[in-house]
């Protein structure tokens, strides 16, 4: 999908409103949210067909390899790094409480949830297959990335309350193995790290789609999750722990795109070609027309 489609491009587009009144045009965006959300839920829980979908050892390599850092971490590095955080600079603490808050999920999930409702509300069948393709390829890509965080991001919220792990300015003394068990307290939320497993989520999923944004998004992940610690919020291990949880949720989610061939291939795993900007630019200007709104 990469070369613009000239029929879409000289179109002669009328700009939404033309033609139809507003409690018209409310109830034909609100006929094409219900809609479209109806149809894009269903193609996410519909069966699988039968089909292999690849293997991949390096995510139970890295599986494994992270479970064994946090246990080392927990015994070996929290206390040391606890020593290291109280002895920082002030303005090195300030530089890294401005960045933490950079890796909640909101910066994720409410731009991806906009672009989906309005991608929802704007796709017609009164639009050509094309354009219909280029929103459909678009909606499936936002959603996973927006799935991408949210589940994970779920999943921590629940299961660190119910760990109960102590963080590391409770009760002024340096204890990693302080726990109270199924307190659900914020002070007791500290593994796995909520900000580490959105940051993670985040590069893991948007690298996956758009390869070119992988040094990027690794290095964001990466000042995430030495920000938690920096700023006293978690230990080494807690952070570790958000990693894991974000590596094996977004393999699962990528999994189950691909073995209903949406996103991903299912032999490799790796993301199908995106719809260029010509082609995204013409299908929009498609559906904000008088043309894609006519009944």
Known sequence: MNAPNPRLENMNVTPVGDGMGLQAAVQWLARNLATNTALWCRALVRPAPSITIGRSPGTIVWSVALI?????????LDTAALDWVRREPHWFRAAFEKL????????FLFPCGFILLFLAAVTSNKLTRLAQGVLAALAARFGFLFLAVALPGLFVSIA??????ARPYVGGHEDPFAYVLFGWR??????????????????IAIGAMWPRTRIVMWFYAAVIMVSRV???????????????????????????????R?????VDLSANPGPSWPRIKAALQQAMSARGMSA
Do not use: Y
């Open 68 to 76: 064994v850092a946090a246990i080392a971490a927990m015994f070996l």
């Open 230 to 260: 920096a700023v006293l919020a978690h230990h080494p291990s807690d952070v570790i722990a958000g990693a894991l949880v974000a590596l094996l949720g977004t393999h699962l989610l990528r999994r189950w795109f691909a073995a209903r």
């Open 100 to 107: 933490t808050d950079l890796g909640l999920s909101g910066w």
């Open 186 to 203: 914020p002070e007791f939320a500290s593994m796995p790290s909520g900000h580490a497993t959105t940051a993670v989520a985040a590069a």
């Open 262 to 266: 949406l996103v991903f291939r299912a």
């Open 160 to 165: 660190k309350r119910l760990i109960g792990r």
